[in-house]
């Protein structure tokens, strides 16, 4: 313990604030993704049938398969980060803000819509090495 606060003291103060940095790094949250991005994930995210391995996995396909087409589609999305459903680590949030039915019934009433999809993160996929990640 002593040695280790002996090279912090000798670290110069350029240092500190790269290491600083790095920690910051490591422990935020990205939620700047671009739609290029997302849809770069949701591409990656799809996998065989063959290789599901849960429950769920038949929903999480289908639920990428959502976003892909909604991002594909242009639809505005906004990446989620409070609440229930915030980004982290390992998921992404998205929402998208869609043309609904209330839209083409009341157009006097704006009748956008919410759509909520999750993408697994680059790490989540390269973790599981192009397997079932759900």
Same mark, same amino acid.
Request: net charge neutral.
């Given at each position: 313990?002593?040695? &280790?606060? @002996? ?6 103060? &350029?240092? #500190?604030? *790269? /290491? ?5 790094? *490591? ?6 993704? +671009? ?6 994930? %949701? !591409?990656?995210?799809? !996998? +065989? *049938? ?7 996995? %038949? ?7 959502? $976003?892909? $087409? #909604? #991002?594909?589609?242009? !639809?505005?999305?906004?990446? @989620?980060?409070?609440?229930?459903? $915030? ?6 949030? !998205?929402? =998208?803000? +869609? /043309?609904? =039915?209330?839209? =083409? *019934? ?8 919410? @759509?909520? %999809?999750?993408?697994? +993160? @680059? ?12």
């Amino acid at each position: 313990m002593v040695k &280790k606060w @002996e090279d912090i003291r000798k670290t110069t103060p &350029k240092r #500190l604030a *790269e /290491m600083r940095s790095q920690i910051q790094q *490591e422990h935020s949250i990205k939620t700047d993704y +671009t739609r290029k991005e997302l849809i770069r994930l %949701c !591409v990656q995210a799809i !996998v +065989t *049938e063959d290789k599901w391995s849960d429950r769920d996995s %038949c929903g999480a396909q289908v639920n990428v398969g959502k $976003a892909w $087409a #909604l #991002l594909r589609a242009n !639809v505005p999305f906004r990446i @989620e980060d409070k609440g229930n459903m $915030a980004t982290d680590r390992n998921t992404i949030w !998205v929402a =998208f803000d +869609t /043309m609904g =039915f209330g839209y =083409f *019934e009341d157009p006097d009433n704006n009748g956008r819509g919410s @759509e909520f %999809c999750y993408i697994p +993160t @680059e790490k989540r996929l390269s973790v599981n090495s192009g397997g079932d990640w759900y």
